[in-house]
């Protein structure tokens, strides 16, 4: 029997059973509809609607899910209308279909975590449509202004895809939006001037995409929104004072702002922020006291990398109880908070300029990181190792970042397996360190990484595993000669996959600072190594001239963040190699167990070598020949005097 025979045989028994029933040209169009995304495992011998065989699947799972729902209440409760269609983590690998519109009744379409290609159908614009979600595929092309046709939208949720062009201005025309979600995409262009009448906007994000210009006053007409993230988006500053009008702010983050230097911006009437997240945005000024009087439902506050200044207020007591605090890189000043020193959770204050009434503190009391957080660490060894004495200085440094100790040819690659932290520095037993400042965003992540691929080629046992890092990581060497040195960093990337899946689609991009100095910017390593799980090492030359070696990873707010899932972005690094690019002298020198075993090994190897090429010429065999000769007449004459004295 033919499947439209098999359909209209299927309906009309549910008819006959007085079962509320699809129409056929909604089975129909759910057959063109499975073509078009790749969709297999829909079977049409029975209703689609009756949540069998392939149209739900039970339980769901984290971020996957498989489901058809349909609203059987039309007609006195004997027809059904397709209402939604949430096939999400699939990996279909087909195309966003135009047939959508045949279902006139579909309100949510959700294809989140797939491998879909192709552009967004316009012909959508005609469809009553409140949800659309296209997280995570590899859609391209531009956004069709057509989308703003559709009344009843109220989430377009478009982030981590290829798409290209500006957002169109007919987008401001969308009466009761609430979620425009376009972060890790390829836009460019200002926002238009329109979205300022989105004022039923509860999430916005455009982080990680190439937009121009400023960020527009026009932000302080959406009243109402919750969620704010403008990270690595392009966008200049200053944070307009406009803002002070978003009082329902519960999570705002803005980072990593080319432009001029604005004061902080005033933030007073935010009483409802949990997460507050003004990063890289070259702020000046002092902290603002209120933050620690009124945001009294604060769970995380990062301002680190800006350009504060002052005092850390007393007021700042009242964020004790709060998860996360993060002021690195700034220039505070003053005495070290003593309830700091006894209370907090994951209080980063490296790169500062503060002072402490004691000078044994450590970089590391509790969980509160001091790397390099008090006054006196322009030259030489950062304060807080000051007590730390070399027992001899070094010349080079090998680290295997997240791994145990391994032998590369010789060469001894330290340990790097310490848990690492938010809020943490770890001190090696020779002569580095390590400095991790941040948490992965919305997920509990690890700060190692152990891979299960298998690398080919040299060195492949250094990346076997990976330090991670969400924000900053700093890796530190001390005891250093002076002089010229070669860096080497080990990179390959083991978090995605090499194959047909939305696991494929991740990008991570981050920047490479060596002695202050920026020297790699939005690097991705599957870019630059030409796929995921192939290795890749970048070399530099770094001056050391205080006997310390800084090396540091940061996270500019670009790449994905939630492929495969959320909190998946940020710094990778395998490992770590520094030579000197000069002879040390020979009370500097320490040479291995390794090295003395080749060495000897060589050395016998060159005998015996010698002795083959002699044996081969033929004078090692007269040389032996001759002495034989010689011992047998030596024999013979005392054999003769003894006979002569018998």
């Given at each position: 029997m033919s499947i439209p025979g098999l359909l209209f045989l299927i309906l009309l028994v549910g008819f006959a059973s007085g079962q509320p029933r699809l129409p056929f040209e909604e089975v129909e169009s759910l057959q063109e509809i499975a073509r078009t995304l790749g969709k297999s495992n829909w079977d049409f011998s029975v209703d689609p609607c009756s949540g069998s065989s392939g149209w739900l699947t039970l339980p769901v799972i984290k971020w996957t899910e498989n489901n058809l729902t349909c609203d059987c209440t039309f007609a006195n409760n004997t027809i059904c209308h397709v209402v939604a269609i949430v096939l999400k983590s699939q990996n279909l690998n087909g195309s966003l279909p135009r047939e959508l519109i045949e279902l006139p009744f579909l309100q949510v379409f959700d294809m989140s975590r797939n491998y879909l290609k192709g552009t967004i159908p316009p012909e959508w614009g005609s469809m009553k449509l409140v949800n659309i979600s296209l997280l995570g595929n590899r859609e391209t092309g531009s956004l069709p202004k057509e989308l703003a046709n559709i009344s009843t939208l109220s989430d377009l949720v478009l982030e981590y895809n290829q798409l290209t062009g500006s957002i169109p201005q007919e987008f401001g025309d969308l009466p009761q939006i609430k979620r425009l979600l376009f972060t890790s995409n390829n836009l460019t262009g200002e926002l238009p001037e329109n979205l300022a009448k989105l004022t039923t906007l509860t999430d916005f994000r455009i982080g990680d995409n190439n937009f121009q210009g400023s960020i527009p006053n026009f932000i302080g007409n959406w009243t109402n929104i919750k969620k704010l993230i403008i990270q690595g988006s392009g966008l200049s500053g200053p944070i307009p004072s406009t803002i002070a009008s978003l009082t329902q702010l519960t999570d705002l983050r803005i980072s990593d702002l080319n432009g001029n230097e604005p004061t902080f911006p005033p933030l007073r009437s935010m009483t409802k922020m949990k997460t507050l997240i003004l990063r890289s945005c070259?702020?000046?000024?002092?902290?603002?006291?209120?933050?620690?009087?009124?945001?009294?439902?604060?769970?995380?506050?990062?301002?680190?990398?800006?350009?504060?200044?002052?005092?850390?207020?007393?007021?700042?007591?009242?964020?004790?109880?709060?998860?996360?605090?993060?002021?690195?890189?700034?220039?505070?000043?003053?005495?070290?908070?003593?309830?700091?020193?006894?209370?907090?959770?994951?209080?980063?204050?490296?790169?500062?300029?503060?002072?402490?009434?004691?000078?044994?503190?450590?970089?590391?009391?509790r969980e509160l990181n001091l790397f390099a957080s008090s006054k006196g660490n322009s030259s030489g060894i950062v304060s807080c190792l000051r007590s730390f004495q070399c027992p001899r200085r070094y010349y080079s440094l090998h680290i295997d970042c997240g791994g145990r100790e391994v032998d590369d040819k010789?060469?001894?690659?330290?340990?790097?397996?310490?848990?690492?932290?938010?809020?943490?520095?770890?001190?090696?037993?020779?002569?580095?360190?390590?400095?991790?400042?941040?948490h992965f965003l919305d997920d509990d992540s690890p700060f190692i990484w152990l891979n299960n691929s298998i690398i080919s080629g040299p060195n492949s046992q250094l990346y076997t595993t990976a330090r991670l890092s969400p924000l900053s990581l700093t890796y530190y060497g001390f005891c250093l000669i002076n002089g010229n040195y070669t860096v080497n960093l080990h990179f390959a990337e083991i978090m995605f996959t090499n194959d047909n899946t939305y696991s494929s689609l991740g990008r991570r991009i981050f920047d490479i600072y060596i002695q202050g100095k920026l020297v790699l910017k939005d690097f991705n390593i599957e870019k630059e190594a030409g796929g995921v799980n192939k290795a890749i090492t970048r070399n530099f030359t770094a001056v050391v001239t205080d006997n310390t070696l800084d090396i540091r990873f940061y996270?500019?707010?670009?790449?994905?963040?939630?492929?495969?899932?959320?909190?998946?972005?940020?710094?990778?690094?395998?490992?770590?190699?520094?030579?000197?690019?000069?002879?040390?002298?020979?009370?500097?020198?320490?040479?291995?167990?390794?090295?003395?075993?080749?060495?000897?090994?060589?050395?016998?190897?060159?005998?015996?070598?010698?002795?083959?090429?002699?044996?081969?010429?033929?004078?090692?065999?007269?040389?032996?020949?001759?002495?034989?000769?010689?011992?047998?007449?030596?024999?013979?004459?005392h054999r003769n005097d003894g006979f002569r004295s018998i």
């Amino acid at each position: 029997m033919s499947i439209p025979g098999l359909l209209f045989l299927i309906l009309l028994v549910g008819f006959a059973s007085g079962q509320p029933r699809l129409p056929f040209e909604e089975v129909e169009s759910l057959q063109e509809i499975a073509r078009t995304l790749g969709k297999s495992n829909w079977d049409f011998s029975v209703d689609p609607c009756s949540g069998s065989s392939g149209w739900l699947t039970l339980p769901v799972i984290k971020w996957t899910e498989n489901n058809l729902t349909c609203d059987c209440t039309f007609a006195n409760n004997t027809i059904c209308h397709v209402v939604a269609i949430v096939l999400k983590s699939q990996n279909l690998n087909g195309s966003l279909p135009r047939e959508l519109i045949e279902l006139p009744f579909l309100q949510v379409f959700d294809m989140s975590r797939n491998y879909l290609k192709g552009t967004i159908p316009p012909e959508w614009g005609s469809m009553k449509l409140v949800n659309i979600s296209l997280l995570g595929n590899r859609e391209t092309g531009s956004l069709p202004k057509e989308l703003a046709n559709i009344s009843t939208l109220s989430d377009l949720v478009l982030e981590y895809n290829q798409l290209t062009g500006s957002i169109p201005q007919e987008f401001g025309d969308l009466p009761q939006i609430k979620r425009l979600l376009f972060t890790s995409n390829n836009l460019t262009g200002e926002l238009p001037e329109n979205l300022a009448k989105l004022t039923t906007l509860t999430d916005f994000r455009i982080g990680d995409n190439n937009f121009q210009g400023s960020i527009p006053n026009f932000i302080g007409n959406w009243t109402n929104i919750k969620k704010l993230i403008i990270q690595g988006s392009g966008l200049s500053g200053p944070i307009p004072s406009t803002i002070a009008s978003l009082t329902q702010l519960t999570d705002l983050r803005i980072s990593d702002l080319n432009g001029n230097e604005p004061t902080f911006p005033p933030l007073r009437s935010m009483t409802k922020m949990k997460t507050l997240i003004l990063r890289s945005c070259n702020i000046l000024g002092e902290l603002p006291s209120y933050i620690g009087e009124i945001m009294t439902r604060l769970e995380v506050l990062d301002l680190s990398f800006n350009k504060l200044t002052g005092r850390i207020p007393d007021s700042f007591y009242g964020l004790s109880k709060i998860d996360y605090i993060y002021l690195t890189g700034n220039s505070l000043t003053g005495l070290l908070p003593p309830w700091m020193l006894r209370e907090g959770r994951n209080i980063d204050l490296s790169y500062n300029n503060l002072t402490s009434e004691s000078s044994a503190l450590g970089c590391q009391p509790r969980e509160l990181n001091l790397f390099a957080s008090s006054k006196g660490n322009s030259s030489g060894i950062v304060s807080c190792l000051r007590s730390f004495q070399c027992p001899r200085r070094y010349y080079s440094l090998h680290i295997d970042c997240g791994g145990r100790e391994v032998d590369d040819k010789g060469t001894s690659y330290e340990a790097d397996a310490d848990s690492g932290g938010p809020s943490h520095f770890y001190q090696s037993n020779s002569n580095w360190g390590f400095s991790s400042t941040g948490h992965f965003l919305d997920d509990d992540s690890p700060f190692i990484w152990l891979n299960n691929s298998i690398i080919s080629g040299p060195n492949s046992q250094l990346y076997t595993t990976a330090r991670l890092s969400p924000l900053s990581l700093t890796y530190y060497g001390f005891c250093l000669i002076n002089g010229n040195y070669t860096v080497n960093l080990h990179f390959a990337e083991i978090m995605f996959t090499n194959d047909n899946t939305y696991s494929s689609l991740g990008r991570r991009i981050f920047d490479i600072y060596i002695q202050g100095k920026l020297v790699l910017k939005d690097f991705n390593i599957e870019k630059e190594a030409g796929g995921v799980n192939k290795a890749i090492t970048r070399n530099f030359t770094a001056v050391v001239t205080d006997n310390t070696l800084d090396i540091r990873f940061y996270w500019a707010g670009r790449g994905t963040n939630g492929i495969p899932y959320k909190g998946v972005y940020g710094p990778l690094i395998s490992a770590i190699s520094v030579d000197s690019d000069f002879m040390p002298s020979s009370e500097n020198r320490n040479i291995s167990a390794g090295a003395i075993v080749g060495i000897v090994v060589a050395v016998l190897f060159a005998v015996l070598l010698v002795l083959a090429i002699l044996w081969w010429n033929g004078s090692l065999r007269c040389m032996v020949h001759w002495n034989t000769n010689k011992s047998a007449k030596r024999a013979q004459r005392h054999r003769n005097d003894g006979f002569r004295s018998i």
